[in-house]
Structure formats: C-alpha cells, structure tokens
C-alpha cells in the first residue's frame, strides 16, 4: 500500500522486480487506485527494450487534487501504450480515450488519442466531440523530436512540424463553457490551422469563420453583438478580411 488513506495505492499482487546488468526486468504488476486498475510489465537493457502500461478508469477528477489551477475535471481515461526497440532509440505507440466527461462546463462526449513514435517523429491522431457524430475538434500530424531514455533527452528538432487542427461545426458557447471571463455566447465557428515548421519557430496558417451571433463578457454585463466572419491567418500576419 503508497500513499494517503483518501488516495490510496494498492498492489494487487507480490511486485516482482529484477535488476540485470545495464537493466531491469519487471514482471507483469497490478495496482488498484479506487476503481482504477494499472498494469505494468517489461524489460529494459542495453540491448532491448520491451515495456506496456495499461490503465482503466482513471478518474481524472483526481489531478484538480494536485493541480488546483485546473479547470474542474470530470470522467475517467483508459490509456494503452507499449514501448519497444532500445533505451537509445525507442519505438512507442499508444491510444487514451477519455469516457463521457466534463471540462469545467463544457460536457465531453468523446475524446480520442493515438500517437506513435519512431524516427524522430511523434505522430498525433485525435479527435474531440461533444456529442457522437456531432460538433467537434480534429487534430493530426507529426512533432519533431528526438527521444532517448538511455542517456535521458528529449529534444525538438529543427523542422518537420506538421499539425492540422480543424474544428467541425462548433459553436462559440463552447467559449464560455471554459472562459470564466466569458459569461455568454452563441454563434456558429468553424476553422483549419496549420502549423508547420518547427517547435521552436512554428508557421501558423489558416482560417476561422463564425457566424452571426453574440458575446458577453461578465464585467460589461450587457451582449455584444457579433456579425458574420472570417479570421485568415498567414504566418506572422493575422486578416480580417471584413475591415
């Protein structure tokens, strides 16, 4: 047993752990957190590496516990990930779904994420949806940088940023959902962006188009109204094409 009597983590089975040379062997462990469940297992040494991580029904109400500056947060994530290949040079894959939840005010439906890892490159693919089939954001694409656990390096890499984020028929009451500041809003929102480049210096490109609508603040009090239109984004250079 680790940890305090409110969050408590419980082995479910004697932890089996050997050191080899330049290594380790961990075979397969349980632990129980409340309803969560986390397996772990595998094996590390200079010349290999073998090691998955699962966990079910991580209640992620549990990181405002520890990051209080957090949004309030609500729903559990089951994570899937497995690393091969070497300590130097490590293949990882991986998926986390995120169950029917909440982010301050604003309700999940769905929230999926995969990535891999090799050469250099940490690909992306998730998606973000209110609702099933309804009004979401899509991301997908590559981030350079360069993973090594033996000697312990992560490092960005000079160029090859290549994120696509685009949002399906949204709607800018999902604004005030996670903007305290934003009391209330209404007015559909749509968008692509791109970024390209690198970590260090990132292209931005693309567009956002809202239609008609409104917007209140809290400290004004009263609705502003919003007319139809677009923002296109152009590297260093921002357009509204209406003025």
């Not at 729903?75 to 091969?84: F, V």
């Not at 999940?108 to 090799?118: D, E, H, M």
Request: aromatic share 6%; with cysteine.
């Amino acid at each position: 047993r680790l940890g305090t009597k409110k969050h408590q983590v419980v082995s479910l089975a004697p932890i089996q752990l050997q050191f080899t040379p330049g290594g380790f062997e961990l075979s397969p462990a349980s632990f129980r957190y409340g309803d969560c469940t986390v397996n772990l297992g595998g094996m590390a040494d200079q010349q290999a590496l073998s090691f998955r991580v699962g966990v079910e029904r991580f209640p992620v109400a549990v990181l405002n516990n520890f990051w209080p500056s957090l949004p309030p947060l609500e729903g559990t994530i089951d994570l899937q990930s497995e690393a091969k290949g070497s300590l130097r040079s490590p293949l990882i894959d991986g998926r986390l779904t995120l169950s029917p939840g909440r982010i301050a005010d604003f309700g999940l439906q769905t929230l999926r994420l995969a990535w891999t890892y090799a050469g250099a490159q940490l690909k992306l693919d998730g998606q973000l949806r209110e609702k099933a089939d309804g009004p979401g954001l899509l991301v997908n694409g590559q981030i350079p940088v360069s993973l090594s656990f033996h000697p312990l390096e992560v490092r960005a890499r000079e160029q090859g940023l290549q994120i696509r984020l685009q949002g399906e028929r949204l709607n800018l009451a999902m604004v005030s959902d996670l903007i305290p500041a934003v009391e209330a809003a209404q007015g559909g929102l749509e968008g692509q962006v791109q970024l390209t480049g690198s970590l260090k210096n990132p292209q931005i490109a693309g567009k956002v188009k809202w239609g008609s609508g409104f917007l209140k603040l809290r400290e004004a009090g009263v609705p502003y109204d919003l007319a139809a239109g677009e923002l296109r984004l152009d590297q260093e250079k921002v357009t509204l094409p209406g003025l």
